[in-house]
């Protein structure tokens, strides 16, 4: 199983990224999929996930209407559209597979993960 994400870098607040995760080895279209962050010094949480039809997406308060989740189950490819980036989006994003894809999102009930993608927010 591999999950490679990409897309991160430096953008000023305020700017886009989007982020990508192409996974391989597994049933991707039968599995929820996930986006978490961690900051330096801070504990891994939960940003994003979307269950494997992609009719079902739950987002983290602090990222509600600036972030959008969506999958291409024919690309094995997970995507993250962030606008309006602020300095506290800053953080190394992952994506995991196989999890359960509720309001929270809790880290050990994901079977798979990438190695992440750092996104600098800075002016």
């Known amino acids: 199983v591999q999950l490679v994400e990409s897309g991160g870098g430096l953008v000023q607040p305020g700017g886009s990224l989007r982020l990508s995760c192409t996974a391989s080895?597994?049933?991707?279209?039968?599995?929820?999929m996930a986006w978490f962050r961690q900051a330096p010094g801070e504990e891994r949480e939960g940003v994003s996930c979307i269950g494997w039809s992609g009719d079902y997406r739950t987002y983290a308060d602090s990222v509600k209407g600036r972030f959008t989740i969506s999958r291409d189950n024919a690309k094995n490819t997970l995507y993250l559209q962030m606008n309006s980036l602020k300095p506290e989006d800053t953080a190394m994003y992952y994506c995991?597979?196989?999890?359960?894809?509720?309001?929270?999102?809790?880290?050990?009930?994901?079977?798979?993960w990438g190695q992440g993608t750092q996104v600098s927010v800075s002016s």
């Open positions: 080895g597994l049933n991707f279209g039968d599995l929820n």
């Open positions: 995991a597979a196989g999890g359960f894809c509720g309001t929270v999102l809790r880290e050990y009930s994901w079977n798979y």
